[in-house]
């Protein structure tokens, strides 16, 4: 009954706080496209070859990213999504020709297969780009490509897929390849952990899902406790079995990085890397070498072509170790916002000289209602003044001056309509997660686990 009662207060008052933003985002969209009605004439751009693109994910920020690149570029861009976010906040975008909703492969495959194919044909889609969870729900009952056949699909093959999204897997084939990881056991029961033999390590580990979850990524609780009677009820609260199977993952303090690549015939075509954190929505690019020799040993000798994002540590020692890597794109690729040869880097056949990374005028981006949800954390004038440092420097990632209605319609109308739904169940939720669309809430991410992320047999 206090869950529930949290609950309501939780989703009515965050309805409230949305409520008093509307009018001044309002203002701000209706201010700007007067602004492109009356004084920016429309650009027409002319591609020689364009192509009709379809974007899997279409209630993620990257992908709203994707879709304006594509469209600066002269193509024309289709977005789909599962049924349940068909009021996503993006189908608004003018970079948008058009959208569409799917089943959920997870509870009907056939159904999302057919669907997908029915869009490509339909829209004569030439270039297929999966994002967030269709990047693995991309394959159909056979383990091929759902568009096999139809168009040029820009990811990976399912043992591929199934090697880099596995977190134990990934370890064992970069240590194959002569790269640093952290050193990793996979755990397929809770007892593995208790009689681990921690004394004759010098670091601490931590436990990981091999499936992502949103809300357990962000545990880092450091193993051994102090208390064996403590660790031993923390080991078994975690849901660690053969079919759900987690890692012991050594803990190496430094400092955190996170990358964008994308790859083509095992060379780098795009790449940014920025420091990181465990919830991670704001990206400064900062170019590291070392970080961008391991990721393209790695993508040349598996010769990859797709969309990556690795996790890195860079120890005390300078060492650099990757953590984990997503078979997705990441996030920063919002830096990409004012490059206007991101859509070829995806295209092209013939790879760059060097891979693009951010313009050295690029800004950093945000999303600005995390910025102002971040303003009840500040408990010094430091904090106060890092804070109005990084708006000032920054730049939105969802808006656009020439494209604004994304930024009224993610705020205030798909996350209000997520919070009347939680509200209606009386769910609660760990944070709002503006830039991946979606409540964050305790097992929101454990129907996903599949075959492609499972541990090999």
């Not at 921690?198 to 580990?205: D, H, I, L, M, V």
């Not at 890692?247 to 994308?262: A, K, S, V």
């Amino acid at each position: 009954m206090r869950k529930q009662i949290f609950a309501l207060f939780q989703n009515l008052g965050t309805l409230a706080l949305l409520a008093i933003a509307f009018p001044f985002n309002c203002t701000v969209v209706l201010a700007s496209l007067l602004w492109n009605f009356f004084s920016r004439p429309k650009q027409v751009v002319l591609n020689e070859n364009p192509k009709n693109i379809l974007i899997g994910g279409g209630r993620m920020t990257k992908t709203l990213q994707l879709a304006r690149s594509f469209h600066a570029a002269g193509h024309r861009v289709i977005l789909f999504d599962l049924y349940k976010y068909w009021f996503s906040g993006y189908r608004f975008s003018n970079s948008v020709a058009g959208f569409y909703t799917v089943p959920d492969s997870q509870e009907d495959l056939e159904g999302y297969t057919q669907a997908v194919r029915a869009i490509a044909k339909k829209e004569n889609i030439d270039f297929f780009v999966p994002v967030g969870i269709f990047a693995a729900s991309y394959f159909d009952s056979d383990r091929k490509p759902v568009l096999s056949g139809c168009c040029e699909n820009f990811h990976f093959d399912a043992d591929t897929m199934k090697m880099l999204d596995n977190k134990f897997t990934f370890a064992e084939i970069a240590r194959s390849l002569s790269l640093s990881v952290p050193k990793t056991f996979l755990i397929t029961d809770s007892e593995q952990v208790l009689k681990f033999d921690f004394a004759n390590e010098k670091r601490k580990y931590i436990l990981k899902s091999i499936v992502y979850d949103s809300v357990l990524r962000l545990d880092l609780t450091k193993l051994p406790m102090d208390s064996p009677e403590k660790m031993a009820l923390y080991v078994k609260s975690k849901p660690i079995s053969e079919d759900n199977p987690w890692i012991l993952q050594e803990f190496i303090p430094g400092t955190e990085y996170c990358t964008h690549d994308t790859v083509r015939n095992g060379a780098l075509t795009v790449h940014c890397c920025c420091e990181s954190s465990a919830f991670q929505v704001n990206y400064e690019n900062f170019e590291h070498p070392q970080i961008k020799e391991w990721v393209s040993h790695f993508v040349k000798e598996l010769q990859l072509t797709g969309q990556l994002c690795f996790d890195f540590i860079q120890a005390e020692d300078g060492t650099i170790y990757a953590i984990e890597c997503n078979a997705r794109a990441h996030s920063a690729i919002t830096m990409y916002y004012n490059h206007p040869g991101l859509a070829d880097a995806y295209l092209s056949k013939e790879p760059p000289a060097e891979p693009l990374q951010p313009l050295s005028n690029s800004k950093p981006t945000y999303w600005l209602y995390h910025e102002l949800w971040r303003l009840n954390e500040i408990r010094s004038l430091k904090q106060l003044q890092k804070w109005f440092k990084n708006i000032w420097r920054g730049k939105d990632a969802i808006f656009e001056v020439n494209d604004p209605l994304p930024f009224l319609m993610v705020h205030h109308w798909h996350i209000p309509l997520l919070l009347l739904d939680s509200l209606r169940s009386l769910r609660t939720w760990v944070r709002i997660d503006f830039n991946i669309g979606k409540l964050i809430q305790f097992g929101e991410d454990v129907k996903y686990k599949t075959s492609i992320s499972a541990t090999p047999k």
